[in-house]
């Protein structure tokens, strides 16, 4: 199902994209699908998110479906069977409270509430059943979505989910430890630790389960594969820190690749930019290459085996989607209030969180 460029909401104007943001190769050579589940998935995890109190009522009310959390999963993983991609959606509402969580126990000098809740996550995702009706919104949350997620491949995949989500829970402190201390880590630094905390691993791993297989670790680990998955996550991760950039200067981050730029290689504001900017469209133009070679592998895997067809039609199903992470990304910028700092009455404090109820458990 192709969705409209502008809009995958009830909004039907146009989103206006800055030149500064704007990308004419992902507008025209990406064209932009939207999983036909998706009127039910925003539905439902709406429900979801009431009924786990990860969002008072009030912000779910205002706020949840202008977030467009479910239109940036419903863009990515195409093809997945309904209940993949809603446990899918749930967890990436999850995370996105988490992060938010995460955020405003920095803001408010909350480091023991921090710790207690990283410990609590840790043990909730190795054994999620026995976290399903702990006390903490945040932990019982995780526990559910994971347990979901857990249910649909083997357990070799969920040892790897599990494996790849407890380094980004350890990505997640040290980015608290930096900053907490104000301390900005370097470029080389902050690129090798954007790509924990921004969950590269993560996403790649739950195209599998869209895809209805567990890729054997040859597979996984083909450079064709990966270097397509590294080059569309990547993509992601820059354009995010591109569109956020006024969000996180406004609240004191130290997190942001052009933070660093800044601080550590003497760039200007505009100089800055550009820079963050080149290496956004430097991963578009090696996606292609990469997206071509990937196929090129894919198409090699079927070697006349029923086996041999499955898996290389798993493969091609990833690396369709690895595709789709381009334009749903991109008009996820664009269209979730995560990113109207301009509309805020505080830059600094997003109006979807809720500061007083945040890690008190």
């Known amino acids: ?100 969580r995460h955020d405003r126990d920095i803001v408010h000098h909350r480091p023991e509430a921090w710790r207690r809740l990283e410990l609590r996550l840790h043990a909730a995702l190795e054994s999620p059943e026995e976290h399903l009706h702990h006390e903490d919104p945040l932990v019982a949350g995780l526990a559910d979505s994971v347990g979901r997620l857990y249910s649909f491949l083997p357990g070799t995949w969920n040892a790897r989910f599990a494996r790849h989500f407890h380094a980004v829970i350890e990505a997640y402190d040290q980015e608290f430890h930096n900053r ?49 998955a590294l080059l ?17 200067i406004a609240g004191d981050e130290v997190h942001n690749l052009g933070i660093s730029l800044i601080t550590h290689k003497g ?5 800055t930019v550009t820079e963050v900017r080149r290496r956004v469209e430097d991963c578009v133009s090696d996606f292609l290459v990469a997206e071509r070679e990937a196929r090129e592998f894919a198409d090699s895997l079927a070697d006349g085996t029923r086996h041999g067809k499955e898996l290389a039609t798993a493969v091609r199903a990833c690396v369709g989607n690895m595709r789709n992470w381009f334009s749903s990304v991109y008009w996820f910028h664009h269209e979730s209030g995560r990113y109207r700092v301009e509309s805020w009455d505080d830059r600094s404090t997003p109006p979807y969180v809720d500061n007083e109820a945040a890690g008190e458990l």
């Open 1 to 100: 199902m192709h969705a409209f460029s502008d809009s995958t909401t009830a909004t039907p104007a146009a989103v206006p994209v800055p030149p500064s943001l704007s990308l004419p190769v992902i507008e025209a050579a990406f064209p932009r699908q939207l999983h036909p589940y998706w009127p039910r998935l925003q539905e439902k995890t709406r429900t979801w998110l009431l009924q786990k109190r990860l969002m008072p009522p009030d912000k779910v009310e205002d706020h949840a479906d202008g977030l467009c959390y479910t239109d940036l999963m419903a863009g990515y993983y195409m093809g997945a069977p309904d209940d993949v991609l809603q446990a899918i959606a749930d967890y990436s509402a999850w995370f996105f409270v988490w992060d938010d």
């Open 180 to 228: 907490t201390e104000g301390r900005i880590p370097t470029v080389e630094e902050y690129l090798e630790l954007r790509r924990l905390t921004f969950a590269h691993a993560i996403w790649t791993d739950l195209l599998e389960p869209s895809a209805g297989m567990e890729l054997p670790d040859p597979v996984r680990n083909h450079p064709a594969y990966r270097r397509a």
């Open 232 to 248: 569309s996550q990547d993509f992601a991760a820059w354009y995010n820190d591109l569109c956020s950039f006024p969000k996180e």
């Open 267 to 271: 760039l200007t504001l505009e100089e």
